[in-house]
């Protein structure tokens, strides 16, 4: 079945810091990939996609490319911002039976800026 | 900014209660999910409606009855819950593709004592 594996966190690093956080992934056929970002007390918004290979997803300063070969999706942020501070997911698709789809999620990275 | 609502924001309940949650959608989309979301879990999906009808039940208890009156509209009827269920239930919709993204409310935390 489809799985997908990201870093556990927390990451903590202080304003203007490099961020990376690591995303592999598990499915047969040609899943989309997505970044999902979720705020204290608020639902996941999608941050980024990428939906074939050697796709680069970008949004706020963020990127990930889609790379097939090593089965990855990793986010980056050149310069992170304490508003940055929040819970990161990694998120692949598959299609459901008839339509719509079906996200399969990793477990998340809590991301700590401080100023 | 989100198009998606959820009620009530927060609901505690005893295992005999019965209750449901609401979701609603203001974007014009045609499928529908539930997923639950617990404390050092990965997020799991719990059902799955497009135009209506349900497309997926991930193995979920039969005390979680899923409701889709409209596509605009999704419950989730709660009765008979154990404190293991206790968790933050979010909603989200996507206009029907398998490439779409999913729009998701600000979720109901449930507790169950």
């Known amino acids: 079945g489809n799985s997908v594996t990201q870093m556990e966190g927390p990451v903590t690093l202080s304003e203007e810091a490099f961020l990376t956080i690591n995303c592999t992934y598990t499915a047969t056929g040609y899943p989309s990939l997505f970044w999902y970002v979720q705020y204290p007390g608020e639902g996941l918004q999608l941050l980024l996609k990428?939906?074939?290979?050697?796709d680069k997803g970008s949004n706020k300063g963020f990127e990930a490319t889609y790379r097939k070969e090593t089965t990855s999706f990793h986010l980056e942020k050149g310069s992170v911002q304490v508003s940055d501070s929040a819970v990161y997911f990694c998120?692949?698709?598959?299609?459901?039976?008839?339509?719509?789809?079906?996200?399969?999620f990793g477990g998340g990275t809590r991301v700590l800026v401080k100023p | 900014e989100t198009g998606v609502t959820q009620t009530p924001r927060h609901l505690v309940m005893g295992m005999t209660n019965k209750k449901s949650l609401k979701c609603e959608q203001h974007?014009?989309?045609?499928?529908m999910y539930w997923y639950k979301q617990s404390a050092k879990k990965p997020l799991e999906l719990m059902f799955v409606y497009n135009f209506k009808e349900q497309t997926e039940n991930n193995s979920v208890p039969s005390r979680f009855s899923p409701e889709c009156p409209n596509s605009s509209h999704l419950f989730l009827h709660l009765h008979t819950l154990q404190p293991e269920d206790s968790a933050l239930y979010l909603c989200?919709?996507?206009?029907?593709?398998?490439?779409?993204?999913?729009?998701f409310g600000p979720g109901t935390r449930l507790t169950v004592l």
């Open positions: 998120a692949l698709s598959s299609e459901v039976k008839a339509a719509g789809n079906k996200l399969t």
């Open positions: 989200a919709s996507s206009p029907s593709g398998s490439t779409d993204t999913q729009y």
């Open positions: 974007l014009g989309h045609n499928a």
């Open positions: 990428a939906t074939k290979a050697d």
